[in-house]
C-alpha cells in the first residue's frame, strides 16, 4: 500500500519561495504527481514526475528521488493567488489509480 | 469541450434519504473515479471504473454504489444516507495515456441531517 506524507501547513510571504516536502513509501512506484486545489474548488494537475530529477514549470518545480521515496514542489515568486492546498498523489506500478496525501495548505502573506 | 461536470453542486439529505450524484465527462476517457473530501483531508477512493460496464470498489465504498452504462456518464448512488456520508464528493476522469492525470469535476458538497 502507500503511506504519504506532507506537512500540513505552510505559510510564506509574497515575493518568496516555499518548498512542500512529500515522502512515500510504497511496495512500488509508477510516478508522482503534484495537484493545487484552491478552497471549494476542485483540484487541478500541476506536475508529473516518473524520473528522478527535478521538473520545471515557470514559478512551479517539482523534484523526485526515488531512491529516498521523496518529493517536493517548490513555489517561487510567490504571488496571493498561490494560497492552496497542494497534493501529493501516487500512481503504483501496473496500476492506474492514485493514492493521495492529505494535503499541505499554503497561506501566502503580503 | 466542458470537461467533467457533476450535479448538483449542494444537497442537504435527511437521514435515510437516498440521492444519486451525477458526472459526465466529454473527453471520451475509459476512466472515471469517485472520491470524497472530508475538512483537511485527502481525496479517498469510493468506486471507480475502467470502462462502461466494469466498475470496482477503492478504499472506501460502503453506503454508495455506481454504474457505468456509457462511457460518459458515472453516476453515483448513495443509499440511506447517514451523518458519515457528508462530504465533498469529486468525480474525475483520465485517459490510458501514459500518466493517467486525472481531470476533476467541480465537486458537490452533500450534508447529511
Known amino acids: 500500500g502507500q503511506n504519504i506524507d506532507q506537512p500540513t501547513e505552510m505559510t510564506a510571504t509574497e515575493g518568496a519561495i516555499v518548498q512542500i516536502n512529500c515522502t512515500y513509501q510504497?511496495?512500488?512506484?509508477?510516478?508522482l504527481f503534484w495537484y493545487q486545489q484552491h478552497a471549494g474548488e476542485a483540484p487541478t494537475f500541476l506536475s508529473y514526475?516518473?524520473?528522478?530529477g527535478l521538473e520545471e514549470k515557470g514559478r512551479f518545480s517539482s523534484f523526485l528521488s526515488r531512491s529516498k521515496g521523496y518529493s517536493y514542489l517548490l513555489l517561487k515568486e510567490l504571488q496571493m493567488k498561490d494560497s492552496a492546498s497542494y497534493l501529493c498523489?501516487?500512481?503504483?506500478?501496473?496500476?492506474?489509480?492514485?493514492?493521495f496525501g492529505a494535503g499541505t495548505t499554503v497561506t501566502v502573506r503580503a | 469541450n466542458a470537461g467533467v461536470t457533476q450535479t448538483p453542486k449542494f444537497r442537504i439529505l435527511k437521514i435515510g434519504q437516498s440521492m444519486t450524484l451525477q458526472c459526465t465527462q466529454d473527453?471520451?476517457?475509459?476512466?472515471m473515479y469517485w472520491y470524497r473530501q472530508d475538512p483537511g483531508m485527502g481525496l479517498k477512493l469510493i468506486y471507480y471504473?475502467?470502462?462502461?460496464?466494469?466498475?470496482d470498489k477503492g478504499e472506501v465504498p460502503n453506503g454508495y454504489n455506481v454504474s457505468r452504462s456509457t462511457t460518459e456518464d458515472f453516476p453515483l448512488r448513495l443509499e440511506l444516507a447517514a451523518p458519515s456520508q457528508t462530504s465533498v464528493y469529486f468525480c474525475?476522469?483520465?485517459?490510458?495515456?501514459?500518466?493517467?492525470?486525472?481531470?476533476f469535476g467541480p465537486g458537490t458538497r452533500l450534508t447529511v441531517t
Open positions: 474525475a476522469s483520465s485517459s490510458s495515456g501514459n500518466t493517467y492525470e486525472q481531470y
Open positions: 514526475n516518473v524520473l528522478d
Open positions: 471504473s475502467v470502462g462502461a460496464g466494469i466498475t
Open positions: 473527453m471520451n476517457h475509459n476512466y
Open positions: 510504497t511496495s512500488g512506484f509508477n510516478g
Open positions: 498523489a501516487v500512481r503504483p506500478p501496473g496500476d492506474y489509480k492514485l493514492s
